[in-house]
């Protein structure tokens, strides 16, 4: 990914392999002393703290003509394993452009443009920045990422990115966060009319307004919530929930807030049944099967829908919000880190249940690409909405109760100062100089690249690489 001019001249280290190679240590101690080995007995004179953030430069160490180098290569390649990724399932053996012909007349234009994308993410064809360290003289290219719905790199500095200013665009109040289903019956509904999943999310905050007006004798009063859709189960299967952040209380008519530290959401249950069944109604078009199963599903839960509060539903430290954001509201179907097995026909991937059990899904390697790409949201969906009080429309009417919102840079906003996001150089760690960039030629129907963050910029983000 990048030269080091410097590369030539590292010199070898004559210090011998610690005599370690004990039999019976486990893979994990192996494979750490080795990485601990070559990072720091191997390690080029040149070595800086940055130097260990960037992927190792086998080359160099390769070229060393010494017998134990040769050695601790090979077994790096026996205990290593390449980590799985969803692209690579999608690559090998021509799996995606297979499951295409078979299924060509069942595809959504979007899950193809959103595959293709995150099959070229990071491709010198979408284009890249290239950087210069002035004082040594290393050159460093940082290629665009793809933000493709399902690309593992793009979502995650999303997700990192969300959280962050989701700290300053908090109100300073404590927030709840619940989970709201719906029963099973509806969930081939939902996927086969998907305008539903927006009425879904729509019904959340009637419900919540109710909930929290519900002890208040003064009036009504407005919630501020965050809605995040959920299409998936931990199985991958296609089951629509509801994530919601809420303000543990809300602003009544004066504009203050009153706190209302107990939340009934038990007794949410059975308004939040109502307002998704009322609303589905009138949403779908008027045929007697979608009214026979509303009146089933009113007359068969009577305590209504489940609502459920996960363990730290309680938030009311703001800089521990990202770290939740990311564990729960906002992840992949399947990130790739849960990928277990891949096999050429068969992927096996994990998830974990309430008490951190492992449980292990074999699919076949169709099954996999179908059960991904089905939670691909249609194009300008949002996954994520702002209702109430945090509706963009009303929002400035309480910014008394909020720190500082960010304004998200711009395009503009980089040309003008492009060395301000300029990363350290990974040889010395001086700031590097901003060269040119080249941007590949636009994708069909794409819109990219007007803000910044969509370019996966690097000092925008922190995982990159
Ligand atoms: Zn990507
Ligand atoms: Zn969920
Ligand atoms: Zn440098």
Not at 50 to 78: H, K, R
Not at 124 to 152: D, P, Q
């Amino acid at each position: 990914m990048f030269a080091t001019p410097e590369s030539e001249s590292f010199s070898q280290s004559s210090e011998t392999i610690p005599s370690r190679a004990q039999p019976k240590i486990p893979v994990k101690y192996t494979r750490r002393l080795l990485f601990w080995y070559i990072h720091y007995k191997l390690r080029p004179p040149l070595h800086t703290p940055f130097y260990q953030d960037q992927p190792y430069i086998y080359p160099v160490y390769l070229d060393i003509p010494s017998p134990e180098i040769y050695l601790i290569a090979f077994l790096l390649g026996i205990l290593t394993d390449a980590p799985l990724t969803v692209r690579h399932i999608f690559e090998d053996n021509h799996n995606w452009g297979a499951f295409r012909i078979v299924e060509k007349d069942n595809l959504r234009d979007v899950e193809i443009n959103e595959v293709n994308k995150m099959l070229s993410c990071k491709d010198a064809s979408r284009g890249f920045f290239t950087y210069l360290c002035e004082h040594c003289r290393t050159k460093l290219i940082v290629h665009f990422g793809c933000n493709s719905r399902i690309c593992s790199n793009c979502g995650k500095n999303h997700t990192d990115k969300w959280a962050r200013s989701l700290q300053n665009a908090l109100f300073n109040v404590p927030h709840r966060h619940a989970v709201l289903t719906i029963p099973d019956a509806l969930w081939p509904v939902v996927k086969n009319n998907r305008f539903l999943q927006k009425v879904l999310m729509d019904a959340a905050i009637v419900a919540i307004n109710d909930t929290i007006s519900y002890r208040h004798r003064g009036g009504r009063l407005r919630a501020g919530a965050i809605v995040v859709l959920h299409p998936f189960s931990k199985k991958m299967g296609f089951n629509p929930h509801l994530h919601i952040l809420v303000t543990e209380g809300g602003f009544d008519k004066q504009d203050n807030f009153i706190h209302q530290k107990y939340i009934p959401f038990n007794a949410m249950r059975k308004t939040w049944q109502y307002q998704v069944l009322t609303s589905f109604k009138a949403a779908l078009p008027k045929e007697a099967v979608y009214s026979v199963l509303i009146n089933q599903l009113f007359k068969k839960y009577r305590k209504g829908f489940y609502v459920y509060l996960p363990k730290e539903a309680r938030i009311t430290n703001k800089k521990r919000i990202a770290k939740y954001v990311a564990r729960y509201i906002r992840h992949p179907a399947v990130a790739n880190t849960r990928l277990h097995r891949y096999d050429g026909k068969t992927v096996t991937f994990w998830y974990g249940d309430h008490d951190g059990t492992r449980h292990f899904v074999t699919m076949t390697v169709r099954e996999f690409i179908q059960a991904l790409i089905q939670h691909i949201p249609d194009r300008n969906f949002k996954m994520i909405r702002y209702y109430g009080a945090y509706s963009r429309r009303i929002k400035g009417r309480y910014s008394k109760h909020l720190q500082r919102s960010i304004k998200q840079a711009t395009f503009d906003d980089f040309l003008k100062s492009p060395n301000k996001w300029a990363p350290t150089c990974p040889n010395c760690g001086e700031k590097m100089t901003f060269v040119y960039y080249e941007k590949g030629p636009p994708k069909e129907n794409e819109v990219f690249g007007c803000k910044l963050p969509d370019w996966n910029h690097p000092m925008l983000s922190p995982s990159y690489n």
